[in-house]
């Protein structure tokens, strides 16, 4: 039942993320900037993201609370503070502010902090490990999107 609550603590953190994230993009992705942009050939549809980010964060949650209980350190702490933070900022820069290239920075931060979760406790976690895969994974498609807009525009 611990875990449970856990995992529960974990989902209302993370899909808060989501939503202030949400809040400060200022209606980003229906924007003119934004819809004039040159944008990726591999961008998917504006309904992938919405999916995507739910599943994400579900996995996330659990994953998160497996490694809380297998390691509540402070440096975990830490790391999954400075990836609520960055998964936020990213939003703003990019599509509020219309900072590409400081977008680009805060994701590729954003990546490599996720990176860290995923091949830092592998070895603890094992194959609980990949829950947090899909969201690696996003952000390297996330990051290649914000890398081509940053070229192309």
């Known amino acids: 039942m611990k875990f449970l609550k856990t995992v529960f603590v974990f989902l209302i953190i993370n ?3 989501l939503a202030i994230g949400s809040l ?3 209606n980003g992705p229906m924007t003119d ?3 004039s942009l040159n944008q990726a050939p591999w961008t998917p549809p504006g309904w992938v ?3 995507a980010w739910t599943t994400i964060m579900i996995c996330f949650s659990v994953y998160m609370a497996y490694l809380y209980f297998e390691h509540p350190s402070t440096k975990l702490k830490l790391m999954f503070l400075v990836q609520f933070i960055l998964n ?5 820069m990019f599509f509020n502010q219309h900072m590409v290239l400081l977008g680009l920075v805060v994701i590729v931060a954003l990546t490599l902090v996720v990176a860290k ?3 830092g406790y592998k070895n603890q976690l094992k194959a609980k490990s990949l829950l947090i895969l899909p969201y690696f994974i996003w952000l390297i498609i996330a ?8 070229l192309y525009n």
């Open 24 to 26: 400060l993009m200022a």
């Open 143 to 150: 990051t290649s999107l914000n890398a081509y807009i940053f």
């Open 88 to 92: 936020i900022i990213w939003n703003y």
């Open 117 to 119: 979760f995923l091949f």
């Open 15 to 17: 899909f808060g993320a």
């Open 49 to 51: 993201f919405g999916t």
């Open 33 to 35: 900037w934004y819809n």
